[in-house]
């Protein structure tokens, strides 16, 4: 690792009714990977927004390469050398790639300064994915991308700024694992250049693989900053959250009853399902392990009827039921967490209140107002429940720490109180005390007689909270294993049959 590029102290910044930022600091050296880690809403984000010149910090000191900076904009800390991939996607999805790619800085043609060069933008484009090893057409509009390729776009956009610091902000909550393989490659290249880079993940072996330096923030406070080498997972959530968690995840006392789910050969009429079918007992907590496109989100989405069904039937209690549509679905008692809910599920000028209650309305039905106060008084409670860290109900959801807002979607499902909860990587972007309370709060479910299926990728996660865990692998079930039983060998084994 060579000098020091970036020196953040004492950084202090406000909200309306929240000390974001209290006393942050951060020091990054060139060529260094340094990740940045902290419950939601412990300030990451608004620390590196202070840094962009997204937000003024109140007090405190930025200094780059030894000089005191203090952008304005975004522009000026691009133009200094400073790049960053944020949280949130802010793309502009009825433009191309290329568009999007070199949006704020068009190349222009030589000697007609005031029109734009599609052949230039086109041709960097493809020199920058070509570099990073990216297969995406920059002439296809944004829109036609999927949410993980947009991600890759806004990735290789932050790099091709040549910047000396680079900071990533949860890059790969949404990226599959294959395109998260290509992240650390990119990492690892601009790491020899010697580019600066800001790690935010959620995801622990991610940070003990890649980054070099941790930094854990609490209460926008920093806590520690240590060697990596010198952490664990342990070490690091006992930072995080200031306790020892002596139980990542809680024990459930009740065993499952009898049937409540059924699903016979369901097939996708336009994914990669071909044929699966399960059960569910009420009280079980069913997990569904595979790799990326082995069709672990098409099933649950097939039976919440979002995607169109080819063949087989689903039984609810004994008694067959349709779920043509998700609004059926909902009616027969299922609910479906869904994997992109960054990207589909916030209505962002909402409130929490509004946010948590949109799918449950009928209840709230007063005559021809809604119950406003008894909506208050639900939202409230889900807040406290799953921690979602706000000054008040009626906070705006786009105010909240990413994490937060997630939580938000998490708590409108189990709102209409389903009898069989579908959650697609239900802890995605959630820090690991919140993921405690989550998998308690999926006991509490399973416990009142739900039954609840989880898909997840993190294997450690669905080892821990299921009963049992059915692995898919090419659009069909592979195999079926109780979690008393289940290795991750033997998963990855399954996983591979059909693959
Ligand atoms: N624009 C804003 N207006 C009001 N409050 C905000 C704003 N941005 C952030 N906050 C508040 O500042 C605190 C820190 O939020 P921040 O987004 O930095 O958290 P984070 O550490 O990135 O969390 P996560 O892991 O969930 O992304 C939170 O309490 C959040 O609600
Ligand atoms: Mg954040």
């Known amino acids: 690792m060579g000098e020091v590029i970036l020196q953040m102290s004492k950084i202090r910044k406000s909200f309306p009714g929240v ?9 990054l050296r060139a060529g260094e990977v340094h990740a940045l880690m902290g419950e939601n809403g412990a300030g990451k984000s608004t620390l590196m927004k202070c840094l962009f010149g997204v937000y003024r910090r109140e007090s405190g000191e930025i200094l ?74 920059p002439d296809v509009k944004m ?16 790099v091709s700024f040549d910047a000396s610091v680079i900071v990533f902000d949860e890059p790969t ?8 393989e290509k992240l ?13 880079i800001i790690y935010i993940s959620h995801k622990m072996n991610e940070i003990l693989r890649i ?16 060697a990596a080498e010198e952490l664990s997972v342990e070490k690091i959530i006992k930072l995080m959250v200031g306790r020892d968690i002596t139980e990542r995840f809680p024990k459930r006392e009740k065993k499952p009853a009898g049937e409540l789910l059924r699903v016979e050969g369901i097939g996708g009429e336009y994914s990669r399902l ?29 039976i919440f009827g979002l995607s169109k069904r080819r063949g087989g039937r689903i039984f609810l209690s004994g008694r067959e039921v349709m779920n043509r549509t998700p609004a059926e679905a909902k009616k ?53 429940a799953i921690k979602i860290k706000a000054p008040t109900e009626r906070t705006k959801i786009s105010t909240l720490s990413g994490g937060n807002q997630q939580k938000v979607i998490l708590a409108r499902w189990l709102l209409t109180d389903p009898r069989v909860l579908l959650l697609d990587e239900p802890t995605r972007g959630i820090d690991v005390g919140a993921k405690h309370e989550i998998y308690l709060l999926i006991n509490r479910l399973a416990e009142s007689g739900r039954g609840v299926i989880v898909v997840s990728s993190e294997m450690p996660e669905l080892l821990g909270i299921s009963d049992r865990i059915i692995v898919m692998s090419g659009g069909r079930v592979a195999g079926e294993l109780l979690a008393s039983e289940a290795t991750q060998e033997k998963i990855m084994e399954l996983a591979a049959k059909y693959a």
């Open 274 to 302: 071909k044929s699966a079918s399960l059960t569910l007992r009420s009280g079980e907590v069913l997990g569904v392990a595979g790799l990326d496109g082995s069709g672990r989100t098409e099933l649950i989405e097939a």
């Open 64 to 137: 780059l390469s030894g000089r005191e900076v203090s952008f304005k904009s975004p522009r000026e800390a691009l133009d200094a050398g400073v790049a960053m991939v944020h949280q949130e996607l802010n793309q502009a999805l009825k433009l191309t790639v290329a568009e999007n790619m070199w949006l704020g800085r068009l190349p222009r043609v030589r000697r007609l300064p005031f029109l734009v060069s599609s052949e230039k933008m086109r041709e960097r484009t493809r020199r920058v994915f070509s570099e990073l090893g990216l297969s995406i057409d």
């Open 173 to 180: 909550s949404s990226l599959t694992e294959g395109e998260a």
């Open 19 to 27: 000390l974001a930022l209290d006393d942050a600091s951060l020091t």
């Open 211 to 226: 980054c070099d330096t941790v930094t854990v923030m609490r209460d926008g406070r920093h806590i520690e900053t240590r």
């Open 184 to 196: 650390f490659e990119i990492i690892r290249l601009l790491k020899s250049r010697g580019t600066g």
């Open 332 to 384: 027969n008692g299922f609910a479906l967490l869904t994997e992109e809910r960054r990207a589909d599920g916030i209505f962002g000028i909402r409130d929490i209140r509004d946010n948590i209650t949109i799918s449950s309305l009928k209840k709230y039905g007063k005559r021809i107002i809604l119950d406003e106060r008894q909506m208050s008084r639900d939202t409230k409670e889900y807040m406290k």
């Open 143 to 158: 829109e036609s991308l999927s949410v993980s390729e947009r991600q890759m776009v806004e990735i290789a956009k932050a």
